[in-house]
């Protein structure tokens, strides 16, 4: 077995207690059909608060297509490797989403004396990568992958604490055959001020462009806009946009039905949909709240004002 494969927790240094570097690594595995996702489990390795302070991916490009990493407190398993497509999921527990790397898109850095707080206080005892392995023509050669992450880890409190705020639609039906259906997704906001600094869509195939943006006394400021047919990974975000108590969250997917003969529901196969827009913040940490959800429609009021760009598809 490569030592490369072996997942593992080392001291960044011998002067500096509060550094270590986690390498969170597949066991040398050899997919058998395109389009696996796997995943494997890490316990955090410190009883205390922690901070992650970067990640470091080590995918090799020719297999891996996307690699994205959780947090949770019960992971499906907590040895070895498992399949983790629709079936089995990532954790028995809610999961959140902390990284995110795919293939041809650039990795995200966090911003300085800002950190992921993880450990048992902050439900985050364990870590969840998941890798999306797509052409298994690459394995044609039967050597084994040892993709994973590398996460740079500080028990060394943080000014600010970074999170994820979701926005995703649950009730969106798109008809067959129509040009166009829009997901709209709005939260009026009522905590602490965020500052926005990367962004992340997810749908499947049906869907165009997915835009998110915070409005302020009837002004839409756009905080990101993708087409989720590039890689999804965290875009850089506007980083003029932040967000406080009063404003509200606003997402637009755009989706096509065109090429369908029967409705597409929200749900979790490649033939259902999805509309997501994460947004990547930080916050102070002294009120941070690390996970917040959106997930009611928008009405169609407010989203009378949306900016015509939610609508002009991005190129791929
Ligand atoms: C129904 C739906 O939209 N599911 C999304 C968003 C989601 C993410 C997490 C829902 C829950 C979560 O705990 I984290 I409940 C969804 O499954 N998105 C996928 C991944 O599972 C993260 C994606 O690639 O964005
Ligand atoms: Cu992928
Ligand atoms: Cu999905």
Request: glycine share 6%.
């Given at each position: 077995?490569?030592?490369?494969?072996?997942?593992?927790?080392?001291?960044?240094?011998?002067?500096?207690?509060?550094?270590?570097?986690?390498?969170?690594?597949?066991?040398?595995?050899?997919?058998?059909?395109?389009?696996?996702?796997?995943?494997?489990?890490?316990?955090?390795?410190?009883?205390?608060?922690?901070?992650?302070?970067?990640?470091?991916?080590?995918?090799?490009?020719?297999?891996?297509?996307?690699?994205?990493?959780?947090?949770?407190?019960?992971?499906?398993?907590?040895?070895?490797?498992w399949d983790c497509g629709s079936v089995q999921g990532t954790c028995k527990d809610e999961a959140s989403i902390m990284y995110a790397w795919a293939r041809n898109a650039p990795p995200t850095k966090l911003p300085k004396d800002v950190g992921f707080r993880v450990g048992k206080n902050s439900g985050m005892s364990h870590f969840v990568l998941q890798i999306h392995y797509g052409d298994i023509r690459a394995f044609r050669n039967h050597h084994r992958?040892?993709?994973?992450?590398?996460?740079?880890?500080?028990?060394?409190?943080?000014?600010?604490?970074?999170?994820?705020?979701?926005?995703?639609?649950?009730?969106?039906?798109?008809?067959?055959?129509?040009?166009?259906?829009?997901?709209?997704?709005?939260?009026?906001?009522?905590?602490?001020?965020?500052?926005?600094?990367?962004?992340?869509?997810?749908?499947?195939?049906?869907?165009?462009?997915?835009?998110?943006?915070?409005?302020?006394?009837?002004?839409?400021?756009?905080?990101?806009?993708?087409?989720?047919?590039?890689?999804?990974?965290?875009?850089?975000?506007?980083?003029?946009?932040?967000?406080?108590?009063?404003?509200?969250?606003?997402?637009?997917?755009?989706?096509?039905?065109?090429?369908?003969?029967?409705?597409?529901?929200?749900?979790?196969?490649?033939?259902?949909?999805?509309?997501?827009?994460?947004?990547?913040?930080?916050?102070?940490?002294?009120?941070?709240?690390?996970?917040?959800?959106?997930?009611?429609?928008?009405?169609?009021?407010?989203?009378?004002?949306?900016?015509?760009?939610?609508?002009?598809?991005?190129?791929?």
């Amino acid at each position: 077995l490569n030592p490369d494969c072996v997942s593992r927790t080392r001291p960044q240094t011998v002067l500096n207690s509060q550094n270590i570097t986690v390498d969170i690594r597949m066991p040398g595995v050899l997919p058998t059909e395109s389009d696996t996702y796997l995943c494997i489990s890490f316990p955090v390795p410190t009883s205390q608060d922690a901070y992650i302070v970067d990640f470091i991916p080590r995918a090799s490009m020719d297999t891996v297509h996307h690699m994205l990493l959780f947090g949770c407190m019960n992971p499906v398993s907590t040895s070895g490797y498992w399949d983790c497509g629709s079936v089995q999921g990532t954790c028995k527990d809610e999961a959140s989403i902390m990284y995110a790397w795919a293939r041809n898109a650039p990795p995200t850095k966090l911003p300085k004396d800002v950190g992921f707080r993880v450990g048992k206080n902050s439900g985050m005892s364990h870590f969840v990568l998941q890798i999306h392995y797509g052409d298994i023509r690459a394995f044609r050669n039967h050597h084994r992958d040892c993709s994973g992450l590398s996460l740079r880890m500080t028990t060394k409190k943080q000014p600010f604490i970074a999170g994820i705020y979701l926005l995703m639609s649950v009730d969106t039906v798109i008809l067959p055959g129509k040009k166009v259906t829009n997901a709209d997704i709005a939260c009026d906001y009522t905590s602490y001020p965020i500052y926005p600094f990367a962004f992340r869509t997810h749908t499947h195939r049906l869907g165009k462009v997915v835009s998110g943006y915070r409005i302020r006394n009837g002004k839409w400021s756009l905080i990101g806009r993708q087409s989720p047919q590039l890689p999804q990974a965290f875009y850089p975000a506007n980083k003029e946009v932040n967000v406080q108590y009063g404003d509200t969250m606003a997402a637009r997917c755009m989706f096509t039905g065109e090429g369908r003969t029967s409705k597409t529901y929200i749900g979790g196969t490649s033939n259902d949909e999805m509309c997501n827009f994460y947004i990547m913040y930080y916050m102070d940490s002294e009120h941070a709240i690390p996970f917040m959800n959106c997930m009611e429609t928008g009405s169609k009021e407010l989203f009378r004002h949306i900016p015509a760009e939610a609508n002009v598809p991005i190129p791929v």
